[in-house]
């Protein structure tokens, strides 16, 4: 089994870009951007209990400069995905020129967020349990934190969404996480990523907590905000939050 993880980064396709039109400020955000997941979640994938077989970060053709000076090419492989196109395509080609034409176990994760120490250790377990030659696994429990507070969550629609591939497939693992259901995946339970709340990041943000009584397995919901825990981050993800929180802090200077 060759456990892989992909990331898009600075893709320019017809469904998926980078949040800032014009180049100049997309080169800034870029290069913010590039300074968190260096810090983030460069280091969640290359301080795995289990490894990666290879982390593929996904770029606009046209970035390779880029992907040069400011990515940490010790930790990701670059895959430059034509303008106006999709992501999967790209990705498969990957795969393959590096021998990952079966049995893979291939995950996708945002470049700002971050996965615990065992994420792959537990994927692979879960895996292998299920015997399954083609299935999809979804990373349900999780929290979300600004570094000053921190939310838990069952995200049954979590885009942490993985695939244990058993022979080459064209099915995306970029897909809509909002129906990820319909694809009968096994549920890995346990905190297992973190989403990290900051300027950008439009999408994601607080939910109003659910009460116990009214948690309903198999429905997505929140427990209440509770504190930044320093010890706690560091127990998850073993290394020091405060390098973080200096990159966040120096998103609003961009």
């Keep these: ?17 980078t949040p800032f039109g014009d180049e100049q400020s997309r080169q800034a955000w870029m290069r913010w ?8 979640l460069g280091y ?15 770029l606009a053709e046209g970035d390779e400069a880029f992907f040069e000076k400011y990515i940490d090419s ?10 106006g196109k999709e992501s999967n395509p790209g990705l498969r080609k990957a795969l393959s020129r590096d021998g990952f034409g079966s049995d893979v176990l ?15 250790e537990r994927l692979s377990r879960a895996a292998l349990e299920s015997g399954m030659p083609d299935q999809w696994f979804v990373a349900v429990d999780g929290q979300r934190s600004d570094l ?31 129906n990820v259901t319909e694809l009968q995946p096994i ?4 905190v297992l990523w973190w989403q990290l709340l900051h300027g950008s990041n439009l999408a994601n943000k607080f939910w109003k907590p659910r009460p116990l009584e009214k948690q309903v397995r198999g429905k997505s919901y929140s427990g209440g905000l509770s504190e930044f825990q320093f010890d706690e981050f560091n127990r998850l993800f073993g290394f020091d939050a405060s390098k973080l929180i200096g990159v966040l802090g120096r998103e609003e200077c961009q």
């Design 1 to 17: 089994m060759h456990p892989v993880v992909a990331t898009r980064f600075s893709v320019r396709s017809s469904t998926w870009q």
């Design 33 to 40: 951007r590039a300074e968190l997941i260096n810090v983030g």
């Design 44 to 58: 969640c994938i290359s301080h795995q209990s289990t490894p990666f077989d290879a982390a593929y970060l996904l």
């Design 74 to 83: 010790s930790v990701f492989r670059p895959v430059y995905i034509p303008a």
């Design 106 to 120: 291939l995950s996708r994760v945002d470049s700002d967020d971050l996965i615990t120490a065992d994420y792959v």
């Design 148 to 178: 000053r507070q921190v939310q838990s969550f069952h995200y049954v629609n979590s885009p942490f969404i993985s695939r244990f591939v058993k022979n080459r497939t064209s099915e995306s693992i970029f897909r809509n996480h909002q």
């Design 187 to 190: 549920l890995l339970e346990g």
